[in-house]
């Protein structure tokens, strides 16, 4: 079984920063894209950032300029850096990978447990 574990999340000042860090564990399996959502109270999940394993990216409109997504595919782990950090950036971020295991012919989509990230004005 493939877990996604997910660590850096905090209390940070407005206009601060933060790297949040996810990285999957289990065996024989393989990451396509991979990448953070999250969900503020009262709100859906959105997308924040995604990176397929060829390299392209894509971010949310309201995170471009300030947040960077990248991996480390040899340490199955994908980072988020968070710049200048605003209050609506507040939410719970997940952590979402699809992976692909040597025991099935199709990937298979897991989530983190979520990470609190709370920024304050």
């Known amino acids: 079984q493939v877990q996604l574990v997910e660590s850096g999340g905090g209390l940070v000042q407005a206009g601060g920063s933060l790297r949040l860090s996810c990285v999957a564990s289990g065996s024989d399996f393989s990451i396509d894209a991979m990448g953070w959502y999250r969900q503020a109270p009262g709100k859906q999940r959105e997308l924040v950032a995604l990176m397929f394993s060829g390299g392209s990216r894509n971010y949310a409109d309201s995170v471009k300029g300030r947040f960077t997504i990248s991996r480390d595919n040899a340490k199955n782990t994908v980072y988020l850096q968070m710049n200048s950090l605003k209050p609506e950036d507040t939410a719970v971020y997940y952590c979402?990978?699809?992976?692909?295991?040597?025991?099935?012919?199709?990937?298979?989509?897991?989530w983190g447990q979520g990470t609190q990230v709370t920024v304050s004005s």
């Open positions: 979402n990978a699809d992976i692909l295991q040597s025991a099935y012919l199709i990937p298979n989509n897991y």
